[in-house]
C-alpha cells in the first residue's frame, strides 16, 4: 500500500493562523489606516526625540542615517552590476 502524503506544514496550521488574525483589528477604511500610519508615525518621532537627547541630536543622528543608508545603496548597485552583469 502506498503511503498518503502528509499535507503541507502552512496548511496544517492555518487554524492557528486564522484563530491569530481574527484576533488582530483591522481598519475599516483606507482613510482610517492612514490616520493609525500618521499616529504611529508620530509616536516613532517622539520616542527617537527622547532617546536621541532632544531636537538637535535627532536631525544629526538622522542626517547620519540617511549617509549609511546611500552608501549602502551605491555599495549594493555596484555588486549587482559586478555579480549579475548588468
Do not use: I, N, Y
Not at 538637535?56 to 542615517?65: N, T, V, Y
Amino acid at each position: 500500500m502506498k503511503r498518503a502524503k502528509r499535507a503541507p506544514l502552512w496548511l496544517r496550521r492555518l487554524g492557528v493562523v486564522k484563530a491569530e488574525l481574527s484576533a488582530t483589528r483591522f481598519p475599516k477604511s483606507a482613510e482610517e489606516g492612514m490616520q493609525q500610519c500618521a499616529m504611529l508615525s508620530a509616536a516613532a518621532l517622539r520616542l527617537l526625540r527622547e532617546q536621541a537627547g532632544g531636537e538637535k541630536e535627532m536631525h544629526r543622528l538622522l542626517a547620519r542615517l540617511s549617509a549609511a543608508e546611500a552608501r549602502h545603496a551605491r555599495r549594493w548597485r555596484r555588486d549587482c552590476a559586478r555579480f549579475f552583469g548588468q
